[in-house]
């Protein structure tokens, strides 16, 4: 069965408001006439976590912003565990167990949020970043999956595909929650 919702339900919920927690996490732009205070200085795990960074020629489609529970990357018979700043790189496919939730900005600043007992793959994940064009299509396999889209859904929105194992969906917003039920 698949259900297309416009708000967070259950594990999805939590997951979602993680993302919301980081969002808000981000230093608010200074108002007009305020007093400039410098900012602290924040431990070099906290700076690493909100900082997205590619490495040039690494071969990663994106880095892992959270990464809670247990959530696992599969290639072939390799399996390694994601971890905060690591890399997707291609033909992954991205796992959470029951207490999993992991979020990856991709190179497009598109965000994809799994949920706890979910399973994607990235099928196919194409930017080039100096003429912004580019295409993707993620399969979603099972659980929940919230997806914020980047500049590929922004300019050319019929470029990016979602599918489940009962549909696919053409994406037209630029927020919107997919859940697939067994």
């Given amino acids: 069965m698949f259900t297309f919702r416009a708000i967070a339900r259950r594990g ?6 993680l993302m919301a927690a980081a969002a808000l996490a981000q230093p608010a ?11 602290p200085e924040a431990p070099a795990a906290e700076a690493a976590d909100r900082a997205f960074v590619i490495t040039p020629g690494d071969g ?10 247990q959530v696992t990357l ?3 018979d390799t399996r390694r565990a994601a971890v905060v700043g690591g890399a ?7 796992s959470t167990g029951a207490d999993g939730i992991a979020a990856v ?4 600043g598109t965000v994809l949020t799994l949920g706890p007992d979910s399973s994607l793959d990235l099928a196919k994940f194409d930017f080039n970043s100096t003429t912004q064009e580019g295409s993707m299509w993620v399969k979603l396999a099972r659980g929940s999956l919230r997806v914020i889209t980047g500049l ?3 300019l050319q929105p019929e470029k990016v595909k979602v599918t489940t194992p009962t549909a696919v969906i ?3 917003g630029t927020d919107f929650i997919v859940e697939t039920r067994p």
């Fill in 60 to 69: 990663r489609l994106g880095t892992f912003k959270t990464v809670q529970g």
């Fill in 170 to 172: 053409g994406v037209r």
């Fill in 88 to 94: 997707l790189l291609p033909q992954e496919r991205l």
């Fill in 74 to 76: 599969a290639q072939g």
């Fill in 29 to 39: 732009p200074a108002q007009e006439g305020a007093p400039q205070r410098p900012e």
């Fill in 105 to 108: 900005t991709l190179r497009d």
């Fill in 152 to 154: 590929i859904a922004k």
């Fill in 12 to 17: 999805l919920a939590a997951c979602c408001g």
